[in-house]
């Protein structure tokens, strides 16, 4: 079946304009994170959501970020205002709630670039 | 502070021979480890995990190895191939219980080359 999609896949923007990123999970997954992760590093947790429960945001690194998740389904993450240290891959995971190994199966990434 | 780290952040192998990629980590309460591989341009895939009741487990040509006297997590491949080559992340669930505990700690990762 599909996998975790994310786009789009490069995303060049402006330093002080707004981006959006998007992420389809796979179907009948109902937890959704996304991680970010800078050249040469590990993934920096983001965001969590699960079902219908507030998210866990305590990992967003400003309130210029935010995320939502429509639908149980498809999230969105939104950068205003961007800046240049914003600029990394940006990546989507999804997951079963209490899956015996905690797996999570990631997308590709958005690459973003802020100039 | 909590953290999970990698000794060496560059491997390189002769194709063929076995791998070996280390991986510490500092909190004692994390009670699951997962090793990720990430290819060029992908997202990171899920290699196989490992429980802080075990020290050993094994999977297709990979071994991961757990030594909690010493914090420390290593993931063994046998036979490396070249489409080995990639980063490696270890990352820890610290099994907070609760609401919390599908949280991951990444490491930085090991970029592993495979020399044909």
């Known amino acids: 079946g599909a996998g975790v999609s994310q786009s789009p896949s490069n995303k060049v923007t402006e330093k002080g304009k707004d981006v959006e990123l998007r992420c389809d999970p796979i179907s009948g997954h109902t937890a959704l994170y996304w991680y970010r992760q800078s050249l040469g590093q590990g993934l920096e947790f983001l965001i969590y959501?699960?079902?219908?429960?507030?998210?866990?945001k305590s990992g967003l690194p400003s309130d210029r970020f935010s995320a939502e998740r429509t639908g149980g389904s498809v999230s969105t993450l939104t950068i205003q205002r961007t800046q240049q240290e914003d600029s990394a891959v940006y990546l989507c995971?999804?997951?079963?709630?209490?899956?015996?190994?905690?797996?999570?199966?990631f997308g590709p990434g958005t690459r973003l670039t802020v100039t | 502070g909590e953290s999970v780290g990698l000794h060496l952040p560059t491997l390189s192998v002769q194709e063929g021979d076995n791998s070996i990629i280390n991986c510490a980590y500092s909190?004692?309460?994390?009670?699951?480890f997962i090793w990720y591989k990430q290819e060029s341009g992908k997202g990171p895939q899920f290699i196989i995990d490992?429980?802080?009741?075990?020290d050993k487990r094994q999977g297709q040509r990979v071994t991961v190895l757990l030594n909690k006297t010493v914090k420390h997590l290593s993931l063994q491949i046998a036979a490396t191939q070249p489409g080995d080559s990639a980063v490696y992340f270890c990352a820890e669930n610290k099994g907070q219980g609760g609401g919390s505990n599908y949280k991951l700690t990444f490491g930085k990762g090991t970029l592993l080359t495979v020399n044909p």
């Open positions: 995971a999804s997951s079963l709630v209490g899956a015996p190994s905690y797996e999570q199966y």
């Open positions: 959501f699960q079902g219908n429960s507030a998210p866990d």
């Open positions: 490992i429980r802080s009741n075990m």
């Open positions: 909190n004692s309460a994390s009670d699951y």
